[in-house]
């Protein structure tokens, strides 16, 4: 598979992850800021950072002459600029752009029906329907982006070959995947352990909105048998190897699948510095599994800065940096 053709694998299945996990995060943090006992700016302040959009949104508020601590309670204007905003990168709407130019531009490797749906969400999303649900339904808006995306994901697997655009494709998916995960499970749990001591039911109900933006409420409930607390949902999310939105089970999975596109053993093709880190950062996730909670920050920096390193060196080695 030549270069150009293997980025926008990557890329494609980067921004569809995006996408989804966006709207995840923006249905669970709508619904957190309406029912938890929690301050405008400390639901929505997390969802800015995790976004890496805390600059800009300073810098914005600056021009337009707000109060600081008002702008970032704003979620009504956070929720607008990372569902509609062009210029944003990680907004809805962009993530499904990129998505779509990147299928587009590799029509002849992604299957019809992924193709469709990903064309059908970025048709949507232009439409004046989907502006007047994201203004009446919210949640249903959010829903609807999920379902697309999710389908998408699960035609990818059940209509392609499973060969090595998939595993470009899939490579790309949980390589944002880790981030996302890293960075979401960072911000709040530091978020969350520094608010004021609070009633016993609002701080569980805290940490299950954090399960919940990672999809992972059922199958946490299920290991723990309903038991909450910040150890064992900051273990689950970095350490659970049958949870497919764990640190541990992406960077895993991550390794293997380029681990098939360029064998350990082929020392004449490109691409083996990328591997070699990413089966470094699979042995460190798996060696601390269970590490105290006053870890937590400087493993999940380390995962973040690692992943951003280890798609870098994938540019340079196996994509030509194209995309």
């Known amino acids: 598979m030549i270069s150009r053709v293997a980025d926008h694998c990557v890329w494609f299945g980067r921004y ?13 943090t709508h619904n957190l800021a309406l029912d938890a006992d929690l301050e405008p700016h400390q639901c929505w302040r997390p969802v800015i950072v995790v976004a890496g959009e805390e600059e800009r949104w300073r810098e914005r508020l600056a021009a337009e002459g707000h109060d600081d601590a008002d702008g970032w309670g704003d979620g009504e204007r956070i929720e607008r600029m990372l569902t509609w905003d062009e210029d944003c990168g990680v907004s809805i709407k962009s993530s499904v752009r990129g998505a779509r130019w990147n299928a587009r531009s590799i029509r002849e ?13 970025h048709l949507w999303l232009a439409s004046d329907a989907a502006h007047a649900e994201w ?33 470009f494709i899939w490579l ?28 016993e039911v609002v701080e569980t109900a805290l940490w299950l909105s954090l399960l919940r933006s990672l999809s992972g409420f059922e199958p946490f409930m ?17 350490g659970e190897g049958k949870f497919p939105r764990s640190i541990a089970y992406c960077v895993h999975s991550a390794h293997e699948r380029l681990a098939a596109i360029r064998p350990p053993d082929r020392h004449d093709l ?54």
């Not at 569809?16 to 709207?23: I, K, N």
């Not at 999710?150 to 035609?155: D, F, K, N, P």
């Not at 530091?190 to 609070?198: E, G, K």
């Open 16 to 28: 569809v992850e995006r996408a989804e996990s966006t709207a995840r995060l923006l249905a669970t």
């Open 109 to 121: 490797v992604v299957s019809l029906e992924a193709w469709e749906t990903t064309n059908e969400l």
């Open 135 to 167: 203004a009446a339904h919210r949640y249903e808006f959010y829903r609807r982006v999920r379902s697309q995306t999710q389908l998408c994901l699960g035609l990818l697997r059940s209509t392609m070959l499973h060969d090595e655009p998939l595993d």
């Open 172 to 199: 790309g998916v949980l390589l944002e995947r880790v981030s996302q995960t890293a960075r979401i499970l960072d911000v709040n749990h530091h978020a969350f352990t520094s608010l004021p001591r609070r009633h």
């Open 222 to 238: 299920k290991r723990q048998q309903g038991r909450v607390s910040p150890d064992a949902v900051a273990r689950f999310l970095i």
């Open 270 to 323: 490109p691409g083996g510095q990328t591997l070699e880190r990413l089966r470094i950062l699979d042995e460190w996730v798996r060696a601390r599994d269970g590490e105290r909670d006053d870890d937590v920050h400087e493993l999940l920096t380390h995962v973040v800065d690692e992943t951003h390193a280890i798609c870098d060196s994938l540019g340079r080695e196996l994509l030509g940096d194209a995309g």
